[in-house]
T-cell receptor, first 110, second 114 residues
Framework: AQSVTQLDSQVPVFEEAPVELRCNYSSSVSVYLFWYVQYPNQGLQLLLKYLSGSTLVKGINGFEAEFNKSQTSFHLRKPSVHISDTAEYFCAVRNNDMRFGAGTRLTVKP | KAGVTQTPRYLIKTRGQQVTLSCSPISGHRSVSWYQQTPGQGLQFLFEYFSETQRNKGNFPGRFSGRQFSNSRSEMNVSTLELGDSALYLC?????????????FGPGTRLLVL
């Protein structure tokens, strides 16, 4: 069975600073990897996904993630964050069903 | 295209009661998945329906059940509610043909059990 570990439960950063949210996964078979964002009192919105091919995936709102098969990681990055990026971020892996990490709360301070 | 809609958005019930939540997928989507989100357990997969058939099921007790109608709308039911069932229940829809498809989430139904 697949599983996901998000290594940081909270990440505080200042506005315009770079950020990396870390995600490791485990699976015995090929999987598909996703990053979702959740704003307060809302559902989840897809940021980006890795299906195959290029290991660097670009998503919405300036986010990107790099798939590293040898390290079983799928870290999310943004070179310069905005106040509006404050939200909960979830890494997910899909085989038969979707498994989510515990989430990382990103707080962007002015 | 309208997004995934869930009704009701908020619900208060008491222990022992039962509840039914509804999810209308994006037009053309035939797969609906349900998730429970709590502060302690995070996001957990409940079940997935495709073309009126349960295709996959998570590790939840039999008090949690669901169904899907011919128009792809789905309902989930929780019987004999417990305090621990208080959660945000999210549904997500997709075309349902491949595992690589994006799931689109609704805003959720927040259930409070007193």
């Amino acid at each position: 069975a697949q599983s996901v570990t998000q290594l940081d439960s909270q990440v505080p950063v200042f506005e315009e600073a770079p950020v990396e949210l870390r995600c490791n996964y485990s699976s015995s078979v090929s999987v598909y990897l996703f990053w979702y964002v959740q704003y307060p009192n809302q559902g989840l919105q897809l940021l980006l996904k890795y299906l195959s091919g290029s290991t660097l995936v670009k998503g919405i709102n300036g986010f990107e993630a790099e798939f590293n098969k040898s390290q079983t990681s799928f870290h999310l990055r943004k070179p310069s964050v905005h106040i509006s990026d404050t939200a909960e971020y979830f890494c997910a892996v899909r085989n038969n069903d979707m498994r989510f990490g515990a989430g990382t709360r990103l707080t962007v301070k002015p | 295209k309208a997004g995934v809609t869930q009704t009701p958005r908020y619900l208060i019930k008491t222990r022992g009661q039962q509840v039914t939540l509804s999810c209308s997928p994006i037009s053309g989507h035939r797969s609906v998945s349900w998730y429970q989100q709590t502060p302690g357990q995070g996001l957990q997969f409940l079940f997935e329906y495709f073309s009126e058939t349960q295709r996959n099921k998570g590790n939840f007790p039999g008090r949690f059940s669901g169904r899907q109608f011919s128009n792809s709308r789905s309902e989930m039911n929780v019987s004999t509610l417990e305090l621990g069932d208080s959660a945000l229940y999210l549904c997500a829809s997709s075309l349902g043909r491949e595992r690589r498809e994006t799931q689109y989430f609704g805003p959720g139904t927040r259930l409070l059990v007193l």
